[in-house]
């Protein structure tokens, strides 16, 4: 073997220890990017991450489902379309489009309630994705809080019906102590009206 045999040998070596490198490099962000995926799905909340381009480059089922998007939408991962499929369901869809729009420019962390025409309400909580110091897009997080806004109503109705109960068996009280003076003094009058006849 002579010495560009040997170069050569040491060079396939060194190629074939960095390929063995490289796939087990991208085997474990392969399996990263899988539990990751798990994660996202696992939630309840609707979850939809856009870059600053407007491409949607993660979401899960939830989102798809809460929104009520078609597959076919979704798969396009174009932030505009969706936005525009939403905005007929929401009872402000002007407020709605202006906040995302603002908040897509924006360092800010935000939490705000949606209201939806069929009654649906949606907790919203976003953040920017920041990718070093730069914005590189956003992340949405969405919670069906529905049910919770039924039930606080229905606790509010049932708070103001027991207030005015009370109300109504204070003054009751109050009117049955006024009369049950009426009747004292109206009792007095008719004794003494007795004893001087």
Known sequence: MDGKDTKLKKLEEALLEDITERKKNEKKLIEREEELKATIESTTDGILVVNSQGEVINNNRQFAEMWRIPQSLISEKNDEKLLNYVLNQLVDP??????????????????????????????????????????????????????RKKAEEEIKKKVRELEEFYEMAVNRELRMKELKKEIKKLEEKLSKYEKDN
């Open 94 to 147: 002007q407020a709605f489009l202006s906040k995302v729009q603002t908040l897509y420019k924006s360092f800010a962390i935000d939490f705000d309630t949606l209201f939806f025409k069929d009654g649906r309400v949606f907790e919203r909580y976003s953040k920017p994705l920041m990718i070093e110091d730069r914005i590189a897009g956003r992340v949405w997080s969405f919670r069906d809080i529905t049910e």
